[in-house]
């Protein structure tokens, strides 16, 4: 997964403010600290996504992102 998806997903899920202030405050479970500390330390952005999706009981069928229209 590219950063660019990692943060489209944030975004979509929690918000573009907020996106950014919990991945610099949410410590992971499987990491040694926060979403953005694995991500500075090159965890695949994909595990650090599965991860918050899991912490933050996210619902697996928006795992993968919202539904979005087609643009024209």
């Known amino acids: 997964m590219r950063m660019s998806r990692f943060w489209e997903l944030m975004e979509d899920e929690f918000g573009a403010g907020y996106a950014h202030v919990l ?4 410590v992971l479970q499987n990491y040694d600290g926060t979403a953005q500390a694995a991500l500075n330390e090159g ?3 994909k595990h650090v996504w ?3 999706c899991i912490i933050q009981e996210v619902p ?3 795992w993968f992102g919202v539904q979005k ?3 024209n």
């Open 43 to 45: 965890v695949d952005p």
């Open 69 to 71: 229209p087609p643009k």
């Open 23 to 26: 991945a610099d405050s949410l």
């Open 60 to 62: 697996e069928e928006r």
């Open 50 to 52: 599965r991860e918050i």
